[in-house]
């Protein structure tokens, strides 16, 4: 290669496969399912997870802890190249020194290779520094174990991580004594500056690869009280050399497993596996259409292999599919991997009250799915009950919230709700549809709660009119405000109330909240409606709203010749605030079938010529986890004009689509009832 020459991130990768050493990664892989490392980083094996928005969004954050780990340890060296003899070379040479602070140190013991968030070097001694972006709300090390006094499975990951890295610590420089912790993000604390988030920036290199600009004073004074929190884990370590941290020891000692899974990278040996009801979750899968383009789906093998299915077992309908299946792990041990071998007592089917208990829909999905029988489940009868005492007019709403590990404001929380969009829709007795009202927050270093629930409260004081939400979601994030506004030392008292007040007067009071309230016009859960009085088996095991939408599309004549004409838009018989005149939902793909109204919003950038400075991959958005990434980009100062606009448009339509999608449901009921 010529003299100053970068290699790409993918010669880069290709160069770890070739050398195939078992990073932490890989080893985390491989505690999850050791099979898993033999489909890794296979171009011919597609990862899920890769596409995933919301762990995406949770990667990005954890970039951002990442840089701001280093700056709690100032005056250290980043070991930035890519090529692993040359991180490695750096690094051996920092250690030399007596006393040596290194970020993203390269350490490698026989074919076993890490990078150390942080490593300390003070003489003899090494203290090995893990940077996570979850949240803790304790200080000590007994805060990982349970009541029992072992490791919790939500934070046996983040420790054997720790574990993993200490073992390859001590066998390459055994002359060291070795200490480690986990640098987390505390709970408990408060930013003490304003816009720390925002002095680090997610870009991207020339590569493609996500990185974070650090901008601005990162001196110790400058970024205020620390909100991440150092714990000692050396015991619990040492635990888990021992195969003390759990109630059941260990057949296989850490040390030999850590032995066999580089064993089975080194040489690309395939590790078989037990079928577990996880493995219906396992990331190397992909669709038929993927597999006809020439890709692998590494579930599909596992069950060939281990099963003997073969292509006709994987159209039939399983256990893994039924809606809330909490029986998994017991009709697996049982041999029922199918909904046609199941019956009323594998789901102890009882009824629930007067409206479609859990286990009875569950029973109706398996019928349904067994007799293929394609038609709508709806309790007419319990539903007009329901229906007649539902007041006019009607408020459909949605909230787009954000919850960052660096905040964005000063005085604010980690893992704080941000609420900084929400939309309203309306219908009246007569049927008139409206899109009446909305709100976004893209105003940099602003925190927006208040304001948010100012114009929420602008929008619904103003009638009785039922109020509906889908899921808990904003029934939790009013709650979550009310404690903010308790907290709060800025807004008046008497406004304070009138909005505390304005809170209580439509949602009902959390679990955990210190008062208690409940009142008559607390908003209508849309989707306890949905799992009371209504299924399609076109939405599976599913009642995300995104799939109840299209579902009831298909079948609903009524909502088909509403919005097949060009009747929605700004100022269309149909009033939008977003879309322009003559818009129109309900159209169709080649099959006739209706194509799914998420899948017609417009691009990000459409009308844009230049797009590739843009901080953002994706030109669409279609979930919360991406409409969360674009309000967090929107607070970064170096987002073009353009770039926000576009954003901001993008999110404004996608949350207006979410509250039109649950006029047109219970439009589709009401037609029916």
């Given amino acids: ?154 934070w046996r990951p983040y420790v054997y991580d720790v574990a993993f890295q200490k073992h390859v610590l001590v066998n390459a420089f055994p002359e060291n004594k070795v200490s480690s912790y986990l640098l987390l993000v505390d709970k408990n604390s408060k930013t003490t500056v304003e816009g720390l988030n925002q002095k680090f920036q997610l870009a991207k290199d020339e590569t ?48 030999e497993r850590i032995e066999h899974y580089s064993e089975a990278y080194k040489t690309d040996t395939l590790m078989p596996g037990p079928i577990t009801p996880n493995c219906w979750k396992c990331e190397f899968n992909c669709t038929s259409e993927e597999e006809m383009h020439g890709y692998r789906s590494g579930f599909k093998e596992c069950l060939q292999r281990g099963l003997g299915w073969d292509e006709t077992k994987f159209v039939l309908p399983t256990v893994f599919e039924i809606w809330d299946n909490r029986r998994k792990d017991r009709m697996i041990a049982d041999g029922k991997f199918f909904q046609f071998q199941l019956s009323e007592d594998d789901l102890s089917v009882s009824p629930d009250g007067s409206n479609l208990s859990r286990t009875e829909r569950q029973w109706l999905q398996v019928q349904k799915s067994v007799t293929i029988d394609n038609s709508v489940y709806f309790d007419k009868n319990g539903y007009k009950e329901v229906l007649s005492t539902f007041k006019y007019p009607l408020h459909f709403i949605d909230f787009e919230t954000s919850m960052v590990a660096i905040p964005f404001n000063n005085g604010r929380h980690p893992y704080e709700q941000i609420a900084f969009q929400f939309s309203h829709h309306t219908l ?20 927006p709660n208040f304001d948010f629930l100012r114009a929420l409260k602008r929008e619904l004081e103003n009638d009785e009119g039922t109020i509906f939400r889908y899921a808990d979601h904003e029934n939790t994030v009013l709650n979550q405000i009310y404690a903010q506004l308790i907290q709060d030392q800025v807004i008046g008292q008497l406004e304070k109330e009138e909005l505390k007040t304005f809170i209580r007067s439509i949602t009902h009071s959390s679990g955990n909240s210190t008062e208690h309230w409940s009142s008559p016009r607390s908003m209508v859960d849309m989707l306890k409606l949905v799992k ?100 967090s980009k929107m607070q970064f100062t170096n987002m073009s004009f353009t770039e926000k606009e576009a954003l901001t448009q993008g999110l404004l339509r996608y949350c207006e689509l979410d509250t039109l999608a649950m006029v047109m449901i219970f439009e589709a009921w009401r037609e029916w009832s």
């Avoid at 070097?121 to 006094?149: H, I, M």
């Fill in 428 to 447: 009246d007795e007569q049927g008139l549809v409206r899109h009446a009202g909305q709100y976004i927050s893209t105003e940099q270093g602003k925190f």
């Fill in 208 to 255: 493609g690869r996500t990185m974070v600009n650090v901008v601005g004073d990162t001196s110790l004074p400058a970024l205020g009280e620390k909100i991440l929190i150092t714990i000692n884990v050396d015991n619990l370590v040492s635990r888990i050399w021992s195969g003390t941290d759990s109630k059941d020891r260990p057949l296989v000692t850490f040390s």
């Fill in 1 to 154: 290669m010529p003299h100053g020459q970068q290699k790409t991130v993918n010669e880069l990768f290709n160069d770890l496969i070739n050398m195939r050493y078992l990073t932490k990664s890989r080893f985390k892989l491989a505690e999850e399912c050791p099979t898993k490392l033999f489909y890794t980083k296979k171009q011919e094996y597609p990862d899920k997870k890769m596409e995933d928005p919301f762990l995406v969004a949770l990667a990005e954050g954890g970039f951002q802890v990442g840089e701001l780990a280093k700056c709690y340890f100032p005056g250290g060296t980043d070991i930035k190249t890519l090529e692993y003899d040359e991180a490695l070379q750096q690094t051996n040479e920092l250690l030399k020194q007596e006393n040596a602070v290194i970020y993203e140190a390269a350490i490698r013991f026989r074919n076993l290779f890490i990078r150390a968030d942080v490593l300390v070097k003070k003489g003899s001694k090494l203290y090995l520094y893990e940077v996570k972006a979850k949240s803790c709300d304790f200080g000590e090390e007994t805060g990982f174990l349970n009541t029992s006094g072992y490791l919790t499975p939500g």
């Fill in 532 to 631: 009371d009085f209504y299924y399609d088996p076109n939405m599976g095991g599913s009642n995300s709203i995104k799939i109840v939408l299209p579902a009831i599309l298909q079948k609903s004549e009524f909502v088909k010749r509403k919005y097949r004409e060009p009747v929605y838009g700004r100022h269309s018989p149909i009033l939008s605030l977003n879309f322009d005149d003559g818009w129109v939902w309900i159209q169709r793909d080649d099959s006739g079938n209706v194509i799914n109204p998420y899948k017609l919003l417009p691009t990000l950038f459409e009308g844009v010529e230049h797009t590739e400075d843009f901080l953002t991959d994706s030109h669409y958005l279609a979930d919360g986890g991406a409409a969360m990434t674009a309000f």
